[in-house]
């Protein structure tokens, strides 16, 4: 659509996207424009309009000509800006999102587009005026102040160690597509580690003329990433957009990258829908954090969304990480990405040498000890680390003993009250419950009536304080939810931390300790083997070139055989349990080899979505269930993939039909994630 040479005035009718949760009002609804509206009511700009006997917000999707309503239509009410916050390719990629997961355009957009901020607008420095979008002018190269690295992209640097990385360099840099999923070799030095090369990326990319956007976990990872930019573009080419920033800083940030000041951004999930300009690169890091899963309806990942903005916007995908998500593989598979990685050699190299605690000597040297949850090894390869630098302890579960179990039938200990998980909060508490916070003075199991405890799970504050006593004088530091360290420096030192709280060591950790592998690997979840592999390459990946990680506590299997995570990892072979684990889903129907929705509410309630939705004969459902501490139940929608679109479109129908009866007991609809 133009809008120049014109008033608006032949373009009265605004198309709405009101700002409901409804299912039944997920469209758009048509308003009168007035005359002194006509020439800034225009799509992506927010507005005021009346609806249901109230003003709400809105953003104006499309200008019409000629209404399809054929009665009188009310007036916008006024507009609340001027600046076309919704870019045509977000309006896109938040319908796709909406429709794939069964959900409303309104959800979507709360996501994608960061509330408005006066302030920020009127202070940061227009130019002139904000950047046209573009329906004004679809190939505008966009104001002057544009900056964007001019140097040709060097292969000789972060990419070196990869045959196909000058491929990809030279690829973004031509505007060619590059899509690939990059698996990235560990303990690398700082000029040559991930940020370095996500970084030479977006340099690559920018030299081209086009933009790019890379989507990290934390903070922590941004700080990292801000860092190699600045180095690799200089100041002023890039911005950080997080949900973390504050309003005004966050959207600043989003005008700068609307208004075509900048064409990089990074950030975390919050900047996965941000409008860059002529966007020819979309990355992101380590898929399987559960950072980039959102956890507001309709519950997209940011690979969802970074795909959508690509294939939308004509620009190559780079996914990035130590470990690989079944998700990811499945891309490869189809030929939607293409392999990136290290020649055998290098990457052999490369990798630390991994032990298995209580495997070969180890029994005949530790005895029981091979096995306990700080085994021999650890205790060896510890002290010898410490003789040159940090060594880093991860521990799955925080706190101090997060888990209690019966002393004389390990029977796991509940609370009397909600039968919830009893802990113990710290070495000068009694047990407590976990979800009541009531005490267990006088505990008596039920099965045996033993009043003893045990601990089942040892937590991060107690290892940290048995390490700390059996190293007498040397420095402990622990990293963890509610308090993160970012980086220790290369001094000895003991780092106890839980997954995805590691510090960065300056020169590498000497050595690794991966305790209680079991915990990681026995959870009731589908990806318990992915998720543990990826915590351990992650942590391992800190290490220096030539350190030991012991990884402890490893369950014994019947058979005596080598669980498939533990073999990746001592192999750091990610892309084989990738593909071996897409195989097994595909051979059991499960995300992402089949579409599946889980299903959330009320026993009636999912009954009627079920016959509204009126889904066919031959579409599995498996339960429903009952949810343990409610009166909700769980069930689970399965069928081919090929049927998805069709099967999200019938759920969505089926919420507007209740949406309109003004059902009220809610239905939590996901889809593609199968909950616990």
Do not use: N
């Not at 999707?61 to 800006?81: C, D, F, I, Q, T």
């Amino acid at each position: 659509m133009d809008r120049e040479g014109g008033d608006g005035s032949d373009l009265p009718v605004a198309v709405v996207a009101v700002d409901t949760p409804l299912p039944h009002l997920d469209r758009g609804f048509e308003y009168a424009v007035p005359a002194e509206l006509a020439a800034i009511a225009w799509p992506g700009v927010r507005v005021k309009v009346r609806f249901s006997g109230r003003d709400v917000d809105g953003f104006v999707l499309e200008r019409r000509a000629v209404a399809e309503h054929s009665g009188p239509l009310a007036p916008l009410r006024r507009v609340v800006s001027p600046e076309p916050v919704l870019t045509p390719r977000i309006a896109a990629v938040a319908r796709r999102l909406a429709d794939r997961h069964a959900g409303t355009l309104s959800d979507v957009l709360r996501l994608a587009v960061p509330p408005r901020h006066a302030r920020a607008e009127k202070a940061l420095d227009v130019r002139g005026a904000p950047a046209a979008p573009s329906w004004a002018a679809a190939e505008d190269p966009g104001p002057a102040a544009v900056q964007d690295a001019a140097a040709a992209p060097d292969p000789s640097g972060a990419w070196a160690d990869y045959p196909a990385g000058g491929s990809l360099l030279r690829r973004l840099a031509e505007g060619s597509d590059a899509s690939a999923a990059w698996s990235a070799l560990p303990g690398q030095p700082l000029e040559r580690d991930w940020p370095a090369a996500l970084a030479a990326a977006a340099a690559a990319c920018l030299s081209g003329g086009r933009g790019a956007l890379l989507v990290v976990p934390d903070a922590r990872d941004v700080a990292r990433l801000d860092r190699a930019l600045h180095a690799a573009l200089g100041p002023e080419a890039h911005v950080v957009l997080t949900a973390a920033q504050g309003p005004q800083a966050r959207y600043t940030a989003w005008l700068r990258v609307l208004r075509r000041h900048v064409r990089c951004v990074v950030g975390t999930r919050a900047a996965a829908f941000a409008p860059v300009a002529d966007l020819g690169l979309v990355a992101w890091w380590d898929d399987g954090d559960d950072s980039h899963a959102e956890p507001h309806a309709p519950y997209p990942h940011v690979r969802e969304v970074l795909l959508a903005q690509a294939e939308l916007g004509g620009a190559s995908v780079l996914a990035g990480g130590f470990a690989r998500t079944a998700a990811v593989q499945a891309l490869v598979t189809a030929g939607r990405l293409k392999e990136i990685g290290a020649e055998p050699g290098a990457r052999r190299a490369a990798a630390p040498r991994v032990h298995v605690a209580g495997e070969g000597l180890d029994e005949e040297r530790d005895g029981p000890a091979a096995r306990a949850h700080l085994p021999g090894a650890a205790w060896r390869a510890a002290r010898s680390g410490l003789a040159s630098g940090p060594v880093l302890v991860q521990v799955p579960r925080r706190g101090y003993l997060p888990a209690l179990s019966c002393a004389t039938c390990r029977t796991p200990a509940r609370c009397l009250h909600c039968a919830g998980p009893l802990a113990l909060p710290g070495p000068e508490r009694g047990a407590a419950c976990r979800w009541c916070g009531a005490t267990a003075a006088h505990f008596a199991c039920p099965e045996c009536g033993g009043h003893r405890l045990r601990s089942t799970v040892v937590g991060a504050r107690r290892t940290a304080e048995e390490i700390g006593r059996a190293f007498p004088g040397v420095p402990v530091t622990t990293s963890g939810a509610g308090h993160v360290v970012a980086e220790v420096s290369d001094e000895p030192g003991l780092v106890v931390a839980t997954p995805g709280a590691e510090p960065v060591a300056g020169g590498g950790y000497a050595a690794v300790l991966l305790l209680d592998a079991w915990a990681s690997l026995d959870r009731p979840v589908l990806d318990a083997g992915e998720e543990a592999l990826r915590r351990w390459l992650d942590a391992a990946a800190l290490a220096r070139p030539g350190a030991t990680i012991v990884l402890a506590g490893v369950p014994q299997t019947a058979a005596g055989t080598t669980l498939p995570a533990v073999e990746a990892l001592v192999r750091w072979a990610p892309e084989w349990f990738a593909g071996r684990e897409l195989a097994e889903r595909a051979a059991l129907r499960l995300p992402p080899a089949a579409w599946v929705a889980s299903l959330r509410g009320s026993r009636r309630g999912l009954r009627d979505l079920l016959a509204a939705a009126g889904l066919p004969e031959d579409v599995e459902r498996l339960g429903p269930l009952p949810v343990p501490g409610s009166d909700l139940v769980h069930l689970l929608v399965r069928a081919p993939i090929e049927q998805g679109p069709t099967l999200a479109a019938a759920l969505a129908a089926a919420r507007a039909i209740r949406s309109a009866r003004k059902e009220q007991d809610h239905i939590q609809v996901k889809i593609g994630i199968v909950d616990a």
